[in-house]
């Protein structure tokens, strides 16, 4: 489906129970194992954006100053949006991307003329997977905003296309290249909080100003689903961290429960016109939603998901190990390494608080972090990323590091299993959810091949 679902579509999908939880699906024949997969090196990647709304006309400035990245395609329903962000390109770079606007198939004719390499697919939740898709049948690598796809089965779908047409299939994780969440990877490999056994992650974010968007495709999901719907910026550090599908561990099981849906309904009458199409719709999405999966090894990740109340932004990205623990907001951290580690004594002179790990914390103690533990990525790029990306740098690292693996030939930071997998949390969270909380598996999309995976190193 190539365009974003109307509310009232979406509306009329509720109350029916998501689909079924998906086992082994056998690898279709011809189709190629793609954890590790490497394509051949390209001098330039010529690269093609599909949906230029908020996310791309903050990212395309990025995109446009990154070495071997040459901007050839922009495709979006709204001709005045991509025209704007077409001259951006032209200022930053000399060259004019071509144009393909007006209707909701402009992208397949823009995957037929331009044939780019890769393809950046930033639209709606539910158009995700099959655009992935289509580009990967094109021949290209598909660049896909989180999440890769809103069903199991869309999942599968993508996994089945990345194998049998052998593209990358990379879900754009921008949270993964964070400061602290590269730190923590960093420590977590050099094994300085022990053995790993737990793990917190959130994605709380107060955005029902989104409601007021004029095309607003995200309340649809917000009335007409009930689960944990965005966890992908949450989890993914953590199972990075854990090497969730990669050699060393995977999830297992997921329970879910929701807090009453009271915020959006609450947002449309206090805020939107008596008129307004969202006025008396009823959201079934709970206001806060928590989820703990169980992994393979018996670690357990609590994930909250949160987009409607009015407290602090919070990611928690909590790793908890045998020696110690890492978390974020505010970045800190506590346990028995630190005594050794750090030459800053964390614990204050009293006997009692000694024995409660209390946290290391505050701006002195955060900058000696940083020099400490800094992961290499970050000490290469990290300047050049906060000079260029207003959200300190992430989305520059995301974007350096994809651009510098396909010019080089390399396996990219995230494999299409480990998108499948963190995606996969919200339509098992919804039937989870529908069904009072009672465990569902994860199916596992790399069939077996996780085991002999290679974990995420500490790339240079
Ligand atoms: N990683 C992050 O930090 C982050 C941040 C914001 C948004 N996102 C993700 O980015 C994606 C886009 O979000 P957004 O806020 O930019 O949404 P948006 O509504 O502002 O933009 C979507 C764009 O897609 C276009 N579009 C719809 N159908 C199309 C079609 N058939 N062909 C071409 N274009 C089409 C729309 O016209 C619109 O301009 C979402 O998946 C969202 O989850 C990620």
Not at 35 to 51: K, S, T, W
Not at 261 to 281: I, K, M, V, Y
């Given at each position: 489906?190539?365009r974003?679902?109307?509310?009232?579509?979406?509306?009329?999908?509720?109350?029916t129970?998501?689909?079924?939880?998906?086992?082994?699906?056998?690898?279709?024949?011809g189709s190629v194992y793609?954890g590790?997969?490497?394509?051949?090196?390209?001098?330039?990647v010529?690269?093609?954006?599909?949906?230029?709304?908020e996310?791309?006309?903050?990212?395309i400035e990025l995109?446009?100053q990154?070495?071997h990245a040459?901007?050839?395609?922009?495709?979006?329903?709204n001709?005045?949006?991509?025209t704007a962000?077409?001259?951006?390109?032209?200022?930053?770079?000399?060259t004019?991307?071509a144009?393909f606007?007006?209707?909701?198939?402009a992208?397949?004719?823009m995957?037929?003329?331009l044939?780019p390499d890769?393809?950046m697919i930033?639209t709606?939740?539910?158009?995700?997977?099959?655009?992935a898709i289509?580009?990967?049948?094109?021949g290209?690598?598909a660049?896909v905003e989180?999440p890769?796809?809103?069903?199991l089965d869309g999942l599968?779908?993508?996994?089945?296309?990345a194998?049998?047409?052998q593209?990358?299939?990379m879900?754009?994780?921008?949270?993964?290249?964070?400061?602290?969440?590269l730190m923590?990877?960093n420590?977590?490999?050099?094994?300085?909080?022990?053995e790993?056994l737990?793990?917190?992650?959130a994605?709380?974010?107060?955005?029902r100003?989104?409601?007021?968007?004029?095309?607003?495709w995200?309340?649809g999901?917000f009335?007409a689903r009930?689960?944990?719907?965005?966890p992908?910026?949450g989890?993914?550090?953590?199972?990075?961290?854990?090497s969730?599908?990669?050699g060393e561990d995977t999830?297992?099981?997921?329970?879910s429960l929701?807090?009453?849906?009271?915020?959006r309904?609450?947002?449309?009458r206090a805020?939107?016109?008596?008129?307004h199409?969202l006025q008396?719709?009823?959201?079934d999405?709970a206001?806060?939603?928590?989820s703990?999966?169980r992994?393979?090894l018996?670690r357990?990740i609590?994930?909250q998901?949160?987009?409607?109340?009015?407290?602090?932004?919070?990611?928690?990205?909590l790793?908890?190990?045998t020696r110690?623990t890492?978390?974020g907001?505010?970045?800190?951290?506590?346990g028995?390494?630190?005594?050794?580690a750090t030459?800053?004594?964390?614990?204050?002179?009293?006997?009692?608080?000694?024995?409660l790990?209390p946290?290391?914390c505050?701006a002195?103690a955060?900058?000696?972090?940083h020099?400490?533990?800094d992961?290499?990525l970050y000490r290469?790029?990290g300047?050049?990323?906060i000079?260029?990306?207003k959200r300190?740098?992430m989305n520059?690292l995301?974007?350096a590091?994809?651009?510098?693996?396909?010019?080089?030939?390399e396996?990219?930071?995230?494999?299409v299993?480990?998108?499948?997998?963190?995606s996969?949390i919200?339509?098992?969270?919804?039937?989870?959810?529908?069904?009072?909380g009672?465990?569902?598996?994860f199916?596992?999309?790399t069939?077996?091949?996780?085991?002999?995976?290679t974990?995420?190193?500490?790339v240079?």
């Amino acid at each position: 489906m190539s365009r974003a679902i109307p509310i009232a579509e979406l509306i009329h999908t509720r109350n029916t129970a998501p689909g079924p939880t998906d086992t082994a699906r056998p690898r279709p024949v011809g189709s190629v194992y793609m954890g590790g997969f490497r394509a051949p090196a390209l001098a330039d990647v010529h690269l093609a954006i599909i949906g230029i709304g908020e996310r791309s006309m903050s990212q395309i400035e990025l995109l446009a100053q990154i070495p071997h990245a040459d901007i050839v395609g922009l495709c979006d329903l709204n001709a005045e949006a991509a025209t704007a962000a077409a001259s951006q390109v032209e200022a930053l770079c000399g060259t004019r991307p071509a144009l393909f606007c007006g209707d909701a198939d402009a992208y397949l004719r823009m995957l037929r003329e331009l044939r780019p390499d890769a393809v950046m697919i930033n639209t709606a939740w539910e158009q995700h997977a099959s655009m992935a898709i289509a580009v990967m049948e094109h021949g290209a690598h598909a660049l896909v905003e989180v999440p890769l796809a809103t069903t199991l089965d869309g999942l599968w779908q993508v996994v089945d296309a990345a194998e049998r047409t052998q593209r990358h299939c990379m879900m754009l994780e921008n949270v993964n290249y964070g400061r602290d969440e590269l730190m923590f990877l960093n420590m977590v490999r050099q094994g300085l909080i022990g053995e790993l056994l737990h793990g917190e992650a959130a994605y709380i974010h107060e955005l029902r100003h989104q409601m007021l968007a004029e095309h607003d495709w995200r309340s649809g999901h917000f009335a007409a689903r009930n689960g944990n719907l965005y966890p992908t910026h949450g989890v993914g550090p953590i199972a990075q961290y854990m090497s969730i599908a990669r050699g060393e561990d995977t999830f297992e099981r997921i329970v879910s429960l929701g807090s009453p849906a009271r915020g959006r309904e609450l947002f449309a009458r206090a805020e939107l016109s008596d008129n307004h199409p969202l006025q008396g719709t009823r959201f079934d999405c709970a206001d806060i939603n928590t989820s703990i999966i169980r992994t393979r090894l018996g670690r357990t990740i609590m994930v909250q998901w949160d987009e409607t109340s009015p407290r602090p932004y919070d990611r928690k990205n909590l790793i908890q190990g045998t020696r110690g623990t890492l978390a974020g907001f505010p970045t800190r951290m506590a346990g028995d390494f630190l005594g050794e580690a750090t030459p800053v004594n964390p614990h204050p002179a009293d006997g009692y608080n000694r024995d409660l790990h209390p946290w290391w914390c505050g701006a002195e103690a955060e900058a000696e972090m940083h020099a400490r533990w800094d992961h290499p990525l970050y000490r290469r790029l990290g300047a050049r990323a906060i000079a260029l990306d207003k959200r300190g740098g992430m989305n520059y690292l995301l974007f350096a590091r994809i651009i510098e693996c396909l010019h080089r030939g390399e396996a990219l930071d995230q494999n299409v299993y480990e998108g499948a997998l963190w995606s996969a949390i919200a339509p098992l969270s919804e039937k989870s959810v529908h069904e009072g909380g009672m465990p569902q598996l994860f199916p596992d999309f790399t069939r077996g091949d996780w085991k002999h995976t290679t974990p995420l190193g500490i790339v240079p």
